[in-house]
């Protein structure tokens, strides 16, 4: 097989230095960090590359499963920086200028503590975040609504907990550690009453289940509470609006294999847990009685599993260890009197949705051009 590597990867690092030169020569400044991101990358994985060539070790028998693993690492971690940063790169056009423009608004009315990630109109499906390349992807046209805008403030909290060394972030850093300590503690002392009353053994799997998802689900959570905690309300409603549109039983659990996102019951259960917290009682109320209206028609509700799995207890500490995480960053926490253009505009929106559902759209188109005017406040 020493052959076909040699071609493969020789093959592979050509591909890499044509990546290199597909940089649009009057690209934008805003895209200037992606381009520094996609070429670092490259150069990365292209070290990589070489490694299973040069490397007398990489030909020996024994090493050519690892060796077939490292390719296959490097293939997809090309594939990842081709298809989406390179992508991105290449058709950026005004709308995703008009974007970036808005995320740095973002960016310094709530104090973010990190460079913004650059924002593209290239998903193939929702909001999503890749932190190796600081790259946000947004759907096609999310620029010219508003409803899902706040979901933006969730997917710019991913990076704050991969920076490593940075006192900037370590506070919310120290949320994510005292999540898991709670989590994983309540969850052990879980697993040792059940041993100690015999149980099903099925209960113990899924306890082990649960163990395995709070990896994932921990962040999820304070991806959410920043958020809330930085948007305020209209995060919620947007949580609302896309659990109605795209999400299943928000009560259900895992038994079996662990899940990336927590049901979307417990989600907004801390969102509410944290809005009361910042002071919209008002608010809350509005958006739980509207959430139970859209669980009594999916026909969702908490079952044991569920409350065994997001007690009450756990939850309230999951809040307080996000509030304390964003504060400590230095960012600016939502409140009743807050009036900064984006989030007002954000809030507002939702406001002016459920006041007049059939004429919403008109007054959305006109706070979309009020919001992204060259000659406003942005």
């Known amino acids: 097989m020493n052959d076909y590597f040699t071609g493969a990867v020789l093959q592979l ?60 690492r490097a293939v997809a971690d090309l594939d990842l920086v081709e298809t989406v940063g390179f992508a991105a790169i290449e058709r950026a056009h005004r709308e995703d200028l008009r974007l970036n423009t808005l995320m740095d608004r973002i960016r310094l009315e709530i104090a973010y503590p990190l460079l913004p990630p650059v924002v593209t109109s290239l998903s193939r499906a929702y909001f999503g975040i890749f932190p190796s390349l600081n790259l946000l992807c947004v759907p096609l046209t999310e620029g010219r609504f508003l409803l899902h805008l706040p979901d933006l403030y969730h997917e710019i909290a991913h990076p704050l907990l991969r920076v490593a060394n940075n006192p900037l972030v370590d506070p919310f850093r120290a949320a994510h550690d005292r999540v898991m300590r709670a989590a994983l503690g309540y969850l052990d002392e879980e697993l040792r009453a059940q041993e100690r009353r015999r149980g099903p053994a099925q209960m113990v799997h899924t306890l082990e289940c649960w163990v395995r998802s709070w990896v994932s689900w921990s962040i999820e959570f304070l991806c959410d509470l920043f958020g809330t905690l930085t948007v305020g309300p209209a995060f919620a409603w947007s949580h609302l609006h ?71 207890t756990l939850l309230a500490e999951v809040c307080r260890a996000a509030q304390d995480g964003v504060a400590g960053m230095g960012c600016r926490i939502a409140s009743p009197s807050s009036r900064e253009e984006v989030h007002t505009t954000l809030n507002q929106a939702w406001e002016e949705f459920w006041r007049d559902p059939a004429g919403y759209g008109a007054w959305e188109e006109r706070a979309v051009a009020k919001l992204f005017s060259p000659g406003g406040s942005g």
């Open 242 to 312: 896309l659990a109605i549109k795209r999400g299943g039983d928000p009560f259900a659990v895992p038994s079996y294999a662990p899940t990336s996102h927590p049901p979307d019951g417990a989600r907004m259960a801390v969102m509410l847990n944290v809005l009361t917290r910042m002071g919209f009682p008002a608010e809350v109320a509005r958006i739980e009685e509207r959430w139970q209206s859209f669980a009594a028609l999916v026909g969702g509700q908490p079952e044991p599993e569920y409350r065994r799995c997001f007690p009450p």
């Open 13 to 72: 690092l050509a591909r890499a230095g044509h990546l290199n030169t597909r940089v649009p020569r009057d690209l934008a400044r805003e895209f200037h960090t992606l381009v520094a991101a996609c070429q670092a990358e490259v150069s990365r994985v292209s070290g990589n590359l070489r490694f299973l060539i040069d490397e007398p070790a990489m030909r020996l028998p024994a090493n050519q499963p690892e060796r077939l693993r490292m390719l296959r």
